[in-house]
């Protein structure tokens, strides 16, 4: 039986979200050409809900694409289904600054992942990454720009970011394993 804890709520991931979104926006000196691209799943709702919040202080709308890394996958034959879900970026990404977002950063091979199925769609001016929570245990020399928490955890712990539209509920639970976790 795993054990989980809570350790992000609704309204501290609400506080993380709009930290981060002022810090895009004073990275990039604004948010004329910076286009979100959430990592699928649950990149893609944090990546909107970043967008949103840049819209409300910066009256701007940030572009909001969605990216599935499922083919660039370095760990195919350790997964029995595929489940390919959709690519969309809503306009040439050549100008911009891609924020790639994803919700948990854990060895870097997601992101090695994402960059090189971005890279087969077009060149951005330039690649960020923000991540909701940094959980350590990195295998590729990859960092975020932006991390909502770190969370220092054990390879038997998981993190799990939930969002509404997937779980029903908006929080970051760490999740206790007998054994390994495989990422």
Known sequence: ?????????????????????????????????????????????????????????????????????????DDLTNRPQLLVRPTELPINMERFVVVLVDDVFYTGRTTRAALNALMDLGRPRQVQLAVMVDRGHRELPIRADYVGKNVPTALKEEVQVRVTEFDGVEEVVLVEHEGEVLG
């Open 1 to 73: 039986m795993a054990e989980e804890r809570q350790l992000m709520s609704q309204g501290d991931m609400r506080r993380v979200i709009a930290r981060m979104s002022h810090e895009i926006v004073e990275r990039n000196r604004g948010a004329d050409d910076v286009m979100l691209v959430g990592l699928q799943r649950r990149g893609v709702p944090i990546a909107q809900r970043i967008a949103a919040a840049i819209g409300e202080f910066e009256h701007v709308d940030v572009p909001v694409g969605s990216l599935d890394i499922n083919l660039y996958r």
